[in-house]
Structures are given as C-alpha cells and as structure tokens.
T-cell receptor, first 112, second 113 residues
Framework: ETGVTQSPTHLIKTRGQQVTLRCSSQ?????VSWYQQALGQGPQFIFQ???????GRGNFPPRFSGLQFPNYSSELNVNALELDDSALYLC???????????FGEGSRLTVL | GESVGLHLPTLSVQEGDNSIINCAYS??????FIWYKQESGKGPQFIIDIRSNMDKRQGQRVTVLLNKTVKHLSLQIAATQPGDSAVYFC????????????FGTGTRLKVLA
C-alpha cells in the first residue's frame, strides 16, 4: 500500500511569487485535504477536495487554490506569496465518509 | 469561535513512567476526536481516536479519555519509551460533514533516560 507522498519536500520562494505543491493520495482514498502548519503551531485546515471539487474551506484567502485530478492526486497553489506563508504544508488523504486522515511528510515552504 | 487547546506545552517524563497529555475543546457539537503524534520533520501520525458516544478507548500502550461534561480529552501513554518523544496534537472534528480537523497547538513530550 502506497502512502501519501508530497513534492517538493523543501522549497524557497520570494514574496510575490507563486508556488505549486503536489500530493499523491494513498491508494484507495478519494478525498484530499490540505493543511498549513506554521512553526510551533498545529495544522490549520485550508481546504478539502472530493470528486475534483472543493468540499469545504478554512479561513484562507482566495490566493490559496487547489485542484484534484481524476486519479485523486491534488495540487495546492498559492499566488502572491507573503512572508507569513512560510510553513509546512501537509496533504492528507482519506475516504469520503470516514474520519481518519493519513498525512504525508509535508512540503516546507520558505518565503523570503 | 472554535478552538482546541492544550494545558501544557512541554511535558518531560522519565522513561518507563506513564505520560498524560491533556486537551480542552470548545465545540460541544464535535463528535469525533483524534490524537496525532508528530516527530520532527515528519507529518502527523494517527495514534488513537474516539467518538463522542464513548468515554474511553484503549489501544496498544495508549488510552484516550473523553469527558464531554467539561469538554476535556486526554491521552495516556503507558511505560513511556524514548521513541514516544514527539509533539502530540489532539484534533476535533465537528459534525459538519467536511471532516475539517481543528488541531490544538500541541504538547511536546520529552522522555528522559
């Protein structure tokens, strides 16, 4: 069974740039959720995707957007990067209707 | 608003002793709670969960207790080992259908040899 994989693991961007983070869900899972984890904090819900559509969103501005593909993999896009966007971005997959999330190792984004 | 918080940011425990990590939640509508362990540089790892119709659930060396009256959740780790050193998060899942997890800040558990 393949777990949740994310890429890249680390990246550095400058303010105003755009970034795309990628996630492959665990085999058999049809739902992907994205979380932002600032240093020393708990993960904060960004949004969830199911059947290629956004299925719930947290308190994040529209410059945070996502996609889910037919194979259930997903992308997180962040436009107009700000310094406060520096964080660990976690992807988690699950099966719709069940509660347990399986997290990837995360993509650590540094915005300079 | 919704919040999940932890009483102690850092907990130091002697190897072999039992650990108790506490968590308070504020949304009485939540019906599902999970404890996660996060080691440095890794994603959160599921430890144990509990639904609101239960007050206790046991796993291997871990027990979760839920007190809905005071909106309190705890994780007990028996015979704490060095490998248990990590940050522990409780997560609350409101009954919104989206399975939006609300995480607390986390408690760092340090196991002393």
């Amino acid at each position: 069974e393949t777990g949740v994989t994310q890429s890249p693991t680390h990246l550095i961007k400058t303010r105003g740039q755009q970034v795309t983070l990628r996630c492959s869900s665990q085999s058999g899972h049809n739902t992907v959720s994205w979380y932002q984890q600032a240093l020393g904090q708990g993960p904060q819900f960004i949004f969830q995707y199911y059947r290629e559509e956004e299925n719930g969103r947290g308190n994040f501005p529209p410059r945070f957007s996502g996609l889910q593909f037919p194979n259930y993999s997903s992308e997180l896009n962040v436009n107009a990067l700000e310094l406060d966007d520096s964080a660990l971005y976690l992807c988690a997959s699950s099966t719709q209707g069940t509660g347990e999330l399986f997290f990837g190792e995360g993509s650590r984004l540094t915005v300079l | 608003g919704e919040s999940v918080g932890l009483h102690l940011p850092t907990l130091s425990v002697q190897e072999g002793d039992n650990s108790i990590i506490n968590c308070a939640y504020s949304n009485s509508a939540s019906d599902y709670f999970i404890w996660y362990k996060q080691e440095s540089g890794k994603g959160p790892q599921f430890i144990i969960d509990i639904r609101s119709n239960m007050d206790k659930r046991q796993g291997q060396r871990v027990t979760v207790l839920l007190n809905k009256t005071v909106k309190h959740l705890s994780l007990q780790i028996a015979a704490t080992q060095p490998g248990d050193s990590a940050v522990y998060f409780c997560a609350e899942i409101p009954t919104s259908g989206t399975y939006k997890y609300i995480f607390g800040t986390g408690t760092r558990l340090k196991v002393l040899a």
